[in-house]
């Protein structure tokens, strides 16, 4: 083998054959005496197992989730990869069409193209209407857009299960059953439509992303729920991006991968574990295809107990009043290098601390130091008035640093904002929107950053390809930030040390000091009832099943995080 066949990847550092000069035969694997050279498969098209195809030169799915009866079937993978198409086409809403969208297949065809699988069986009976599907959508933002009503009405309407009393209090809707739709939050909609669901006498429940504007006290919640439904012998699939509530509520897992808005593959199914363990790894053994360059790794102990930075911000006790709420602050320390997560639940004034930091509020008690620090301020909500592309918006903001080489590499790249660059503000998708809201938030000079829950709507590899980057930016700057977070798995991925809320929701709330990620951990965990064990093969949590006697022997110990 010659000199010039030998590339050196500049990514990994490892040599690889130019694929020009590759015959593709074998034999090298077979030659080398040292096992240095391994052949696996990158993503691509398939030759067949084509399900669905929107149109000429549109996204294309390959295969799909096998739907299994008495189980909960959790679907993971990139935003893009045809979860959501997976989940129409096991409701019915599409039809199989083998990637013929001009002349697309009768019912007939379908069965007899699945013939000898599970979903023979399955679009048997969705094509005679002998099996009832139901289906919570993805963005429940737009329901109140086509549905008008009285939260109670509405939900008494569909109780064909005649359980809504135990819903109700499942669920802790009660407070919300007298108002119109089109009033409550992104939260307490999102509930009603889970609610809504449940409520259906039906033989196959679908929930897309379920978790979406959930607190992690509410995320466990509805995982309880729809987990009852597989043991009264529902079948139910679950698209989920939090990692500890699909871990939580599965017992299967299917993981697509592919390019995103191009194609999607749907792999076979694994148990929960294996699943997302394949997920994080990027690779799958059983057909030897990689599609992640690296696989993704968590800490197997709490990060260091102590900052070791300077202290370069203090603020004292506050209190902030609103009508019928009342915030109070313990005083607390912000070391240089350091990410403070923070954790509780929905309307305990997480937001409106982060608000007081940024100067966006004032605290009736107390008040935040004045020094010559500049605050960078990811909000909750995002609604950007501006008019015009994502680009014109980063040169309108931040000016020139969208064209150095830090802003490329430590921005731009990892939350894939060249894409977004030509589109217009008002066209961005949620999660578009959201990588846009955060690279803002970044590129602008700042000694603390505070994000208010970044990963909103985004998938898993964007939630922890932000945190990768905010830790980053942080520890190489030698900042701070404060990062409100409800997704456990990121908020653990992420934090040096932690603030944990606590209190009432919507009458009062009570923010601790900062403390070490071990002790706070085991503070919320406790507040919430539930322990987490490590997964030895890639670090990350993993939500212990109730009363198990794991769950006992940690909670015995007062080890909520983990032993």
């Not at 490892?14 to 993503?43: D, M, Q, T």
């Not at 009852?228 to 679950?238: D, P």
């Not at 731009?412 to 503000?425: E, F, G, T």
Request: aromatic share 8%.
């Amino acid at each position: 083998m010659g000199e010039e066949t030998i590339i050196i990847d500049p990514e990994t550092g490892k040599a690889r054959i130019a694929e020009n000069l590759c015959s593709g035969s074998g034999i090298c694997v077979k030659k080398c005496p040292f096992g240095a050279i391994h052949i696996v498969n990158l993503p691509e098209e398939l030759e067949k197992d084509v399900s669905y195809r929107y149109g000429p030169n549109r996204f294309i799915l390959y295969r799909l989730p096998i739907p299994r009866p008495k189980k909960v079937t959790g679907l993971i993978g990139q935003n893009g990869t045809g979860k959501s198409t997976a989940l129409k086409i096991l409701s019915g809403d599409f039809k199989p069409n083998f990637g013929l969208y001009d002349e697309p297949p009768e019912w007939d065809e379908i069965i007899r193209a699945y013939r000898g699988s599970e979903l023979q069986s399955y679009f048997e009976k969705l094509s005679t209407e002998s099996m009832c599907v139901v289906q919570k959508p993805q963005y429940v933002d737009k329901i109140p857009k086509v549905t008008k009503g009285v939260v109670s009405e509405l939900l008494e309407k569909v109780d064909e299960r005649n359980v809504l009393k135990d819903v109700i209090e499942d669920l802790r809707i009660h407070t919300i059953m007298d108002r119109e739709l089109s009033v409550i939050s992104g939260g307490e909609l999102q509930r009603v439509a889970i609610a809504a669901v449940i409520l259906r006498d039906a033989d196959v429940y679908l929930f897309d992303e379920p978790s979406s504007y959930l607190d992690i006290f509410q995320r466990v919640e509805v995982a309880k729920v729809i987990q009852r439904l597989a043991r009264e012998g529902k079948t139910v699939i679950v698209v989920e991006h939090d990692l500890a509530i699909l871990d939580y509520l599965s017992e299967y897992v299917c993981v697509l991968y592919g390019q995103p808005a191009v194609f999607g593959v749907v792999s076979h199914p694994h148990g929960v574990r294996e699943g997302i363990n394949i997920f994080l790894d990027g690779y799958l053994p059983s057909e030897n295809m990689r599609f992640r360059k690296v696989g993704i790794q968590f800490h197997l102990r709490p990060p260091r107990s102590k900052p070791t930075g300077k202290a370069f911000f203090e603020f004292e006790d506050m209190e902030k009043h609103f009508d019928g709420f009342k915030l109070a602050i313990e005083r607390g320390k912000l070391f240089s290098g350091e990410v403070i997560g923070i954790l509780g639940a929905n309307a305990l004034g997480k937001s409106t601390f982060i608000k007081l930091l940024a100067g966006v509020e004032e605290p009736d008690k107390g008040e935040v130091p004045s020094e010559d620090l500049k605050v960078s301020h990811k909000p909750q909500y995002i609604s950007p008035k501006f008019d015009g592309t994502v680009q014109e918006l980063f040169h309108e903001e931040v000016g020139k640093v969208i064209n150095t080489e830090w802003f490329k590499a430590e921005v731009n790249r990892p939350l894939s904002i060249d894409p977004l660059l030509d589109c217009n503000i008002g066209s961005l998708s949620g999660g578009e929107l959201q990588r846009v809201a955060i690279a803002l938030c970044l590129a602008r000079p700042a000694d603390i950053y505070l994000l208010d829950e970044p990963s909103a709507f985004l998938d898993v590899e964007q939630r922890l390809a932000a945190a990768r980057a905010i830790k980053k930016i942080v520890e190489s700057r030698d900042i701070a930030a404060f990062v409100v977070e409800h997704d456990i798995v990121t908020i653990d991925y992420l934090s040096d040390r932690l603030m944990i809320f606590s209190g009432k929701p919507a009458v009062e709330g009570y923010a601790m000091a900062p403390v070490d990620l071990r002790t706070g951990m085991n503070k919320f965990l406790e507040l919430m009832g539930i322990t987490f064990r490590r997964d030895p093969q890639t670090g990350r949590p993993r939500v212990n099943k109730e009363d198990s006697k794991l769950d006992r022997l940690q909670k015995e110990a007062g080890e909520y995080y983990y032993v």
